[in-house]
């Protein structure tokens, strides 16, 4: 069974979001970045599929900074062959641009299976597995958390609002959206991803035409101002407490 | 011999043959099964396999079993086996440490515990926090403590601050104490800020010896670029991993812990001790300070030097003290011991104090104060029972 799996690199938000001096999109000067959690619970899904019956797995992801990290984490996990679409991607890469890229790498390798995750916090113009499938031509299915082959098709667990799930037998070739997999993403070794980085190699592939159109055209970016019904209370840890007893009691509620 | 049966072989022999790499590890060729580890060890009857049981299970072939069992994730890696060991293996470092690296690679670790070590490798602390804002603990401290990058001039002391130190809010308040004492010493330091990475010590023990070698080799660097006298460090685990450790990886620095250094400035101390503590005062030895590295009476002559102070001791000190339970990485293996134990290491500690009359609980390490304190919460009759960190007594005695 041939899996491809797509990876992204995004802001993590342990670090504090600036907006860039355009007023619409981020500074990515400070910026970390973080492997998109979502796809990281689709690699381990692959990984799960690989356990359990005969898969062969390459994970593709654009080129920004951490790329060569995720890629021989992924190695190291068990993936087979880690693809990294080099380009500038300064002005970021909007999920039309990538979807459409990717779509040409990915009919070549002819997978049955594509797995990426089901959404990204930065995905300004939808998420980037159903814009593939569309240019692929093949099914979706979002918001999966939990895959089994059987036979020629996949059955997957898809959740729904309310507390629904359903199960869907899926014809192959098929791209599903992962929400989580069937168990969290693994601990590897730190002396595991050296080695990775010794004796794996990652293909590189130049992307230089992109096509962005299909992008949101973004008036303003700004960060969440606090409301007029919002009082912020100052203070050390007492005297945030004992004002918020206070407040209580003005409110009746203590 | 059957192949499955050769395959025992070496699963076993391999693993036995590595211990022999770690300094005197060839010693656990003598054990005498005499269990004294096994019961010894805070946790030991919950294990499946405790030390001695490992042993045994090794010279029978058997060791497989062990690397299938969680159970050594129990082991908080506190010395108090290899501190009892009549055949002086150093079964904490030798054995327990090998068995989780083991696990490790396997995989096998306790969720929380895998967060700890990832967001050590990603953020160079395993809190979690921004290693942008290791540094901002010491916003509004006066007179303001030296940065190496800013100051840009050697010291004689470079202050090897710790995660804990650094980030938590409990503990940040030790830092600022320790930074008051060094300016009424009048002693020349630095802090390397946000420059400072995770020593890596609870993370080796945890299993994670790639990772320690990362970090230490972040902080190798960074120490290759300032110049310094000695480093001294508020952090028993820092302490041991540069003392002890770091030296391995080729990086080579005199290093003190806060308690050897002060006690050598007793003299100059003394009469800056001007604010009596009227206080009943037990000492707890930190694993990392006493048992491990042989330090127990610094710290006390610090506390004695006190006016005011009367120094009990509790039913374990010195080479018997009881693990507060934070450190090989059992600071963040609470949720996972707790579901089995449903006791904490620090609870037994503070019933202790509580035994002893102490109305305060000395400690000299930073993972101590935030755990006793919630101990403090749990156990009966220790609600009055203050938790204060060696430093933070004599600063309140020197004033400011």
């Not at chain 2, 650094?166 to 004492?181: K, M, V």
């Not at chain 2, 506390?303 to 009990?312: E, N, T, W, Y």
């Not at chain 2, 919630?374 to 204060?388: C, E, F, P, R, W």
Request: aromatic share 8%; with cysteine.
């Amino acid at each position: 069974m041939n899996i491809v799996v797509i990876e992204k690199l995004v802001p993590d938000l342990v670090e504090e979001l600036e907006i860039s001096d355009t007023g619409t999109s981020l500074d990515m000067e400070w910026l970390r970045l973080i492997i998109n959690e979502f796809d990281d619970h689709a690699l381990e899904q692959a990984i799960l599929i690989k356990e359990s019956s005969d898969a062969h797995i390459t994970v593709i992801s654009p080129q920004f900074e951490g790329v060569d990290d995720i890629l021989f984490t992924a190695i190291s996990k068990g993936a087979d062959r880690v693809i990294k679409l080099a380009g500038d991607f300064e002005n970021d890469l909007n999920s039309h641009a990538l979807a459409r890229t990717l779509s040409n790498i990915v009919k070549e390798i002819n997978p049955d299976l594509v797995l990426t995750g089901v959404q990204a916090n930065n995905d300004l113009d939808g998420s980037v597995g159903p814009l593939l499938s569309e240019y692929l031509g093949i099914p979706y299915v979002g918001y999966v958390a939990g895959v089994s082959i059987e036979n020629e098709n996949v059955k997957v667990r898809k959740e729904y609002p309310g507390g629904l799930g359903a199960e869907m037998l899926v014809t192959m070739p098929a791209l599903l959206g992962i929400q989580a997999a069937e168990s969290p993403p693994r601990y590897v070794a730190i002396s595991k991803i050296r080695q990775a980085m010794k004796t794996a190699e990652i293909v590189e592939m130049d992307v230089s035409d992109l096509d962005t159109s299909g992008g949101p055209p973004v008036n303003r970016m700004y960060l969440p101002e606090s409301g007029e019904r919002a009082t912020m209370i100052e203070g050390d840890e007492e005297q945030v407490a004992a004002r918020l007893i206070e407040i209580f009691k003005e409110l009746d509620v203590l | 011999m059957t192949t499955s049966a050769l395959e025992e072989l070496s699963i076993t022999e391999s693993f036995y043959e590595s211990l022999f790499e770690v300094e005197e590890g060839e010693r656990i060729r003598t054990c005498l099964q005499c269990a004294t580890c096994s019961g010894v060890c805070p946790f030991g009857y919950l294990m499946e396999y405790p030390p001695g049981k490992m042993i045994s299970m090794m010279r029978a072939n058997l060791f497989d079993k062990v690397l299938d069992s969680e159970s050594v994730w129990m082991c908080i890696s506190c010395y108090a086996c290899t501190e009892v060991c009549p055949k002086k293996i150093p079964l904490t470092p030798g054995l327990m440490t090998r068995v989780k690296e083991e696990l490790l690679l396997a995989g096998n670790i306790p969720s929380e515990l895998q967060s700890a070590l990832e967001f050590s490798q990603r953020y160079g602390n395993p809190l979690g926090e921004s290693p942008k804002k290791r540094a901002d603990w010491i916003r509004g401290v006066t007179p303001p403590i030296p940065l190496m990058k800013e100051i840009a001039r050697p010291v004689d002391i470079l202050w090897f601050v710790g995660d804990y130190p650094s980030y938590h809010p409990r503990i940040q308040q030790t830092s600022r104490a320790f930074a008051n004492i060094l300016n009424a010493l009048d002693i020349d330091f630095g802090i390397l800020g946000r420059e400072e990475s995770s020593d890596g010590d609870s993370q080796r023990l945890a299993g994670e010896k790639g990772l320690f070698e990362i970090l230490a080799e972040k902080n190798g660097k960074v120490f290759e670029n300032y110049q310094f006298n000695e480093i001294v460090t508020t952090d028993p685990h820092a302490y041991n991993a540069i003392k002890n450790e770091y030296p391995k990886l080729g990086i080579s620095y005199p290093v003190r812990h806060y308690s050897e250094f002060l006690f050598e400035r007793l003299e100059q101390i003394k009469p800056l001790l001007v604010n009596e503590v009227n206080a009943k005062v037990a000492y707890h030895d930190p694993c990392y300070l006493g048992r491990v590295n042989g330090i127990y009476d610094p710290p006390r002559e610090l506390i004695k030097a006190i006016p005011g102070i009367d120094l009990v001791e509790m039913s374990h000190n010195r080479e018997t003290s009881l693990c507060c339970g934070g450190g090989g990485g059992g600071m963040w293996l609470d949720g996972y011991q707790w579901e089995r134990a449903h006791v904490r290491l620090s609870e037994w500690r503070v019933r202790e104090a509580v035994s002893s009359g102490a109305e305060i609980l000395a400690v000299a390490c930073p993972y101590e104060p935030p755990r006793f304190e919630d101990a403090a919460k749990m156990v009966q009759g220790a609600s009055t029972l203050n938790i204060k960190d060696v430093i933070e007594l004599l600063a309140v005695s020197i004033g400011e």
